[in-house]
């Protein structure tokens, strides 16, 4: 039993380590093409302008859709921003905004590893470009909004083995 776990354990770190250099294979092979805004909401109620001052602001990010064409050397990624100001759970200022980014890939590469890239560097080539786009029209409105913030990547943490305690090492002893 223990030899079966040992034989899946390290086939899970081979497919680890093929991904992580099918993914470098990506890096080394993309250049930014371009970056484009192609629709944009944007919208304040006037309750926005009342004399709460509870407004909540929160965004979020999802890119919607990727595709990789290895014949053309071509990734594009479509990503949409999104920013809601609430007060009292209802939205009082809401900003859509929908950007395409496209990369150059100059060799041949694994569809999953392109898209997984574009789909992660893409958000973070975007967002400037949002975040500057959201400023105006904060500015342009008088909303007098904070900046957005700097967007970062959650950190997935592995999972810490539990220690086995003396009277469980005992117990396994015997």
């Given at each position: 039993?223990?030899?079966?776990?040992k034989?899946?354990a390290?086939?899970a770190?081979?497919?680890k380590?093929?991904?992580?250099e099918n993914?470098n294979k990506?890096?080394?092979a993309a250049?930014?093409?371009?970056?484009?805004l192609?629709?944009?909401?944007?919208?304040?109620?006037?309750?926005?302008?009342g004399?709460n001052?509870e407004t909540?602001?929160g965004y979020v990010?999802?890119?919607?859709?990727?595709?990789?064409?290895a014949?053309?050397?071509?990734?594009?990624c479509?990503?949409?921003f999104?920013?809601?100001?609430?007060?009292?759970?209802?939205?009082?200022l809401?900003?859509n905004a929908?950007y395409?980014?496209?990369?150059?890939?100059s060799?041949t590469?694994?569809?999953?590893?392109?898209?997984?890239f574009?789909?992660?560097?893409g958000?973070?080539?975007?967002?400037?470009?949002?975040?500057?786009v959201?400023?105006?029209l904060d500015?342009?409105a008088?909303?007098?909004l904070p900046?957005?913030?700097i967007?970062?990547?959650?950190v997935?943490r592995?999972?810490?083995p539990?220690?086995k305690?003396?009277?469980?090492?005992?117990a396994?002893?015997e």
């Open positions: 039993m223990a030899t079966a776990s034989v899946a390290a086939e770190e081979a497919l380590r093929e991904r992580l993914y990506v890096v080394a250049e930014l093409g371009a970056i484009q192609v629709k944009l909401d944007f919208d304040v109620s006037p309750e926005y302008f004399e001052d909540q602001l990010i999802t890119p919607e859709s990727s595709e990789y064409d014949d053309a050397g071509i990734a594009v479509v990503i949409e999104q920013v809601n100001a609430m007060r009292d759970d209802i939205p009082v809401q900003c929908t395409t980014i496209m990369y150059g890939i060799e590469c694994d569809t999953d590893a392109v898209k997984a574009i789909e992660r560097v958000v973070f080539s975007c967002y400037p470009y949002f975040r500057g959201f400023a105006s500015w342009a008088n909303t007098r900046p957005l913030p967007h970062k990547e959650e997935k592995k999972a810490k539990r220690k305690s003396a009277k469980v090492l005992k396994q002893e």
